[in-house]
């Protein structure tokens, strides 16, 4: 009956006529959007302007990662590790950003599994990392100057927290990591052939070996050659003895054989010597007696002969540094990096201070008059100085004199002696965290991988009074993400963050997707 008044009522008394179409006004909206897009990027590509390009591409890809957020990782793994060799390429050198960008967009569903996830809990580290970036926001907001300066800042310290987070909250398997781990093993060993070339052909460009760091600093394999000075050579060497700890760890677990840890750990090795050695001849001991220590301390004897191959190793390296490339001896070069480290020698001719002197200046300017900057600093970004782009107010105030030299002289000037703190206290709780995980499971891989972490963590916490790069650079803040949100994904793989649902070992999943 129903539907007989309802024919009656399309068609009338009569039943003659049929029911009038309704304006189709999504349909149009449709078209009128799509004509709108098609404008939009016809201008986008007129410009030629790559940034523009990548924006508007990730206006309409964005929402479409977001389904895929195993895919997102793959790309920002690839661009991060190593795109950073089209840098020097003027159209290409902002190619980075994407990794931001798509770090950025993972944010979202991070959060969503933060307060909603049965199978993921955000470790203590990671508690503070993110009670650092609300503390920064909050310091910004009480010394705010200006939006430019604070935008420019803000990118700097978090363009890669989402990626960070990302990797420990949202439900990744572990074949997924699996296949990470022998992408970045791949891309370690791919350093070798680039840092080769940048010796042979970009050195040569810049004035030749002669002239020591100045010209091989830009050795830096996949991450980036700069013909003009500044490229992250620190930044090959920390990936590189990152990717050697976790071979030795797992070496020494009895997971990989003699000839296949020399011949990677040969390979991984050779590009230090090529570049800005001395960083290297400093931080590898840190490397291999944190991952040796608990060997040490048990069967000193057994791993005497190991201990004795990391002082040749380190021996060779300080070799060509002192004597290939500067050309000097051994009692000259350590008086001369003292110096211009923690003597009163500035640490190059565009600033006054060095590494050291940036950080006891901060305190040498703070006065019981001003309380304010002492403790919380004057803001994101305030101590950043370029020729390029927006400097920050505190950098023109102390223009030429390098108050952001090192990370930790940075985050003094922008967030005070209570964010330099929590900043630094990150990498020591995830120390810690990486211990207890050793301490709480059984699994060989997951022991050696905790104590490979660890590892990485002292070159982080050094890396704090050597450069600013883990606060400036996406590729080392890409480095230290990584190792950070793997640690948080084997805490919640191991049940170790008191989560309801503990994550399978076996990878039975056939896809990723977001927690439920």
């Excluded at 630094?424 to 965290?433: D, L, V, Y």
């Amino acid at each position: 009956m129903m539907a007989a008044k309802l024919r009656q009522r399309w068609a009338g008394a009569s039943g003659a006529r049929r029911p009038a179409r309704r304006f189709n006004w999504g349909g149009l909206l449709l078209v009128f959007g799509g004509g709108l897009m098609a404008v939009f990027f016809g201008l986008l590509s007129v410009t030629e302007n790559p940034i523009l390009i990548g924006a508007g591409v990730a206006l309409v890809l964005g929402p479409l990662m977001l389904l895929k957020p195993d895919l997102t990782v793959w790309i920002i793994l690839v661009v991060g590790f190593l795109m950073g060799i089209l840098s020097a390429s003027q159209q290409l050198s902002k190619l980075a950003w994407i990794v931001s960008m798509l770090s950025t967009l993972l944010l979202l569903p991070a959060l969503v599994n933060l307060m909603w996830s049965k199978e993921r809990r955000l470790p203590g580290f990671m508690q503070l990392a993110l009670g650092f970036l609300f503390y920064s926001l909050f310091v910004s907001a009480v010394n705010w100057y200006s939006l430019a300066e604070f935008v420019g800042g803000f990118k700097h310290y978090f363009q890669t927290f989402g990626f960070m987070l990302a990797l420990t909250l949202i439900v990744f398997t572990p074949a997924q990591f699996t296949r990470w781990r022998k992408f970045l093993l791949i891309a370690g060993l791919l350093q070798f052939p680039f840092a080769l070339y940048e010796l042979l052909i970009l050195v040569p460009m810049r004035g030749g070996i002669a002239l020591s760091s100045e010209t091989t600093d830009v050795v830096a394999g996949t991450f980036g050659a700069n013909l003009q000075g500044g490229s992250p050579n620190s930044v090959m060497v920390i990936f590189l003895l990152i990717v050697l700890g976790f071979l030795a760890a797992r070496w020494r677990a009895g997971m990989l054989s003699n000839r296949a840890f020399y011949i990677l750990g040969f390979i991984c090795l050779l590009p230090l010597g090529m570049g800005e050695t001395k960083f290297a001849v400093v931080v590898l001991p840190m490397v291999g007696l944190s991952v040796l220590r608990v060997d040490l301390m048990r069967h000193p004897v057994r791993y005497l002969p190991t201990v004795m191959g990391i002082v040749a190793v380190t021996m060779v390296l300080g070799y060509i540094y002192v004597v290939l490339m500067m050309h000097s001896t051994l009692s000259e070069v350590i008086e001369s990096t003292m110096r211009y480290n923690v003597g009163n020698q500035s640490y190059s001719h565009a600033m006054l201070l060095n590494r050291s002197s940036s950080i006891t200046f901060w305190f040498q300017q703070q006065s019981l008059e001003n309380p304010i900057s002492f403790l919380i600093g004057n803001g994101l970004g305030s101590s950043f100085t370029s020729s390029v782009t927006v400097s920050g107010h505190m950098g023109v105030h102390y223009a030429h004199y390098g108050i952001n030299l090192t990370a930790l002289s940075t985050i003094l000037w922008d967030c005070g002696i209570i964010g330099a703190v929590m900043y630094s206290g990150i990498f020591i709780a995830a120390w810690f965290a990486a211990g207890r995980l050793y301490h709480a499971v059984d699994d060989a891989a997951t022991k050696a991988d905790a104590l490979a972490i660890q590892a990485a963590n002292t070159l982080f916490m050094f890396s704090l009074i050597y450069s600013d790069s883990i606060v400036n650079l996406v590729s080392m803040e890409l480095v230290y993400s990584v190792v950070l949100g793997y640690l948080g994904f084997l805490m919640n793989q191991h049940g170790l963050l008191g989560a309801k649902t503990k994550v399978k070992t076996v990878a039975a999943r056939a896809s990723v997707g977001y927690a439920k």
